[in-house]
């Protein structure tokens, strides 16, 4: 029996101007449907790996920043980013280039920040469950990126650097997982691993200079997939539950291939929980929002996640609860018990769109 109750799950990003603003707002619309409540990876994490690069990479001695994102320009009408995030890429095109400096010794992360971050947030998740703006039963939720993820699309131009850093990212990692449990009590805890850099290397064999991929890494791209799981999992403490967020990007709204159908992900999700040795409580998928078609969801039908739960990304802003209807109606044909989500993170939308964005979910899973 899985362990995941809620019908909904906040992906991770979500606009607001602090941690206390986007949980009581969420609290407040979705409470009831919630497992889990993110603190919405404002300021840097909102730009998802790019507090990785802004914060620590950019910052490390032993790293040469090779580029970084253009700066904001206020008079380019396709320019989408606000002034002062000149750390944010436009495009898959623009972002942070690093590799490692020769003759600094062995690559070195004394911490990531993720674990600071939640520690900050987690004290007013607390406040608010004492308020009873919280339910009592939600989890505090973390997202970090797996290693790919975190690594792969800053090492465009430096093929060298890719296992000293894997290697560094992967031990940093691990630091962070384990202080997670020691500053946040395991039983309040919510691990999500952000999966996209693995997706996207799995969908391309490994090799796509338009994405930022123009060297083949080491082995299998498969492969490395599940051992970062498994090597990276290990490490989450038993009481707390573990997801596994796939992705096919989301940068500028784009994403950095249509995926043909479920296939891959549904591939990815099999191997993933069948690898990992503790159990894993939730898998999301994307569903993009002009796929309402049986083809796309035909693969669910070789879907083998043992007691995770299945959070389906079929919510969409742009087309409402009606469009949503539509794909949640083609998804209940080809698979059941699962719950709903938008296809990623919704951090870089507008504040304005976010009390709709919550009525759509409200009336999604009242159809569930």
């Known amino acids: 029996m899985s362990r995941v109750t809620g019908s909904v799950l906040l992906v991770g990003s979500v606009p607001g101007n602090n941690a206390h603003a986007v949980m009581d707002s969420c609290a407040k619309g979705l409470g009831d449907s919630l497992f889990a409540l993110p603190d919405g990876e404002t300021g840097y994490r909102q730009g998802w790996i790019n507090f990785l690069a802004a914060k620590t990479y950019a910052a490390s001695e032993q790293l040469e920043s090779i580029t970084r994102p253009q700066p904001v320009d206020p008079d380019d009408p396709d320019e989408w980013r606000a002034p002062g995030m000149d750390w944010m890429p436009r495009g898959f095109q623009d972002h942070w280039q690093f590799k490692v400096k020769e003759g600094t010794g062995p690559l070195h992360f004394e911490h990531l920040g993720y674990a600071q971050e939640a520690r900050n947030s987690y004290q007013t998740f607390c406040t608010l469950r004492d308020q009873g703006i919280i339910p009592q039963g939600v989890r505090f939720q973390v997202s970090l990126p797996l290693i790919e993820s975190g690594t792969r699309l800053f090492l465009g131009h430096s093929p060298e650097s890719f296992q000293p850093m894997w290697d560094t990212y992967r031990d940093a990692m691990r630091r962070e997982v384990m202080r997670l449990s020691q500053e946040i009590p395991p039983r309040d805890l919510a691990v999500q691993w ?175």
Request: net charge negative; with cysteine; glycine share 10%.
């Open 194 to 368: 952000d999966i996209a850099a693995e997706v996207a290397s799995i969908e391309s064999n490994d090799h796509d200079p338009m994405l930022g991929l123009p060297w083949d890494a080491p082995g299998d791209p498969f492969e490395r997939y599940v051992q970062a799981l498994v090597d990276l999992s290990q490490h989450v403490a038993d009481e707390t539950l573990l997801g596994l967020h796939l992705c096919y990007g989301d940068l500028g709204h784009k994403h950095f291939k249509q995926p043909q159908d479920l296939g891959v992900v549904v591939r990815m999700a099999n191997a993933g929980v069948a690898a990992v040795s503790r159990p894993v409580d939730f898998v999301h998928m994307p569903v993009p929002r002009n796929r309402n078609d049986d083809g796309y969801f035909a693969p669910l039908a070789d879907l083998a996640i043992a007691d995770a739960k299945l959070f389906l990304g079929l919510v969409h802003h742009t087309d409402g609860i009606r469009g949503t209807l539509k794909r949640l109606e083609t998804a209940q044909k080809h698979a059941g018990g699962f719950g709903i989500a938008t296809e990623c993170g919704f951090g870089r939308r507008l504040p304005e769109t976010i009390p709709a964005l919550m009525r759509i979910h409200r009336e999604a899973v009242a159809r569930l």
